[in-house]
Nanobody
Framework: QVQLVESGGGLVQPGGSLRLSCAVS????????MGWYRQAPGKQRELVAQ???????NYADSVKGRFTISRDNAKNTVYLQMNSLKPEDTAVYYC???????????WGQGTQVTVSS
C-alpha cells in the first residue's frame, strides 16, 4: 500500500512562513504529477499547487507569488514552501497526484496549517 506522509504544518503568525513535506512510497513517483491540496473548515478541498514529472509548476491564483512547490525524486518527496501566510491559508494540507485519487486512491492524514495572531 502506498504511504503518504505529510508534515511541517503548525501555528504561524500572519506574514510568516512554513515548509511542508510529503513523503510518498510510490515506485513511479518520478513519473507522475504531484499536487498540494487544502481543505478549510466548511469548504471543499482545492488544489493549490502542482508540479509535473518534468518540473513545471502551476498555482492557484490565491497563492501565486507566495507558495512554491518543488520535488526531490531521489527522496520521493514533494515540498511546499509557504511565505507571506494569511489567515485564509488556514486549512489541512494534503498531497496526492494530479489528478488526485487515481494512482493513490486515498488521502493521507494531512498536516494542519493555522495562520493566526
Amino acid at each position: 500500500q502506498v504511504q503518504l506522509v505529510e508534515s511541517g504544518g503548525g501555528l504561524v503568525q500572519p506574514g510568516g512562513s512554513l515548509r511542508l513535506s510529503c513523503a510518498v512510497s510510490l515506485s513511479i513517483f518520478r513519473s507522475v504529477a504531484m499536487g498540494w491540496y487544502r481543505q478549510a473548515p466548511g469548504k471543499q478541498r482545492e488544489l493549490v499547487a502542482q508540479i509535473t514529472a518534468g518540473g513545471r509548476t502551476n498555482y492557484a491564483d490565491s497563492v501565486k507569488g507566495r507558495f512554491t512547490i518543488s520535488r526531490d525524486n531521489a527522496k520521493n518527496t514533494v515540498y511546499l514552501q509557504m511565505n507571506s501566510l494569511k489567515p485564509e491559508d488556514t486549512a489541512v494540507y494534503y498531497c496526492n497526484t494530479v489528478p488526485p485519487i487515481q494512482i493513490i486512491p486515498y488521502w493521507g492524514q494531512g498536516t494542519q496549517v493555522t495562520v493566526s495572531s
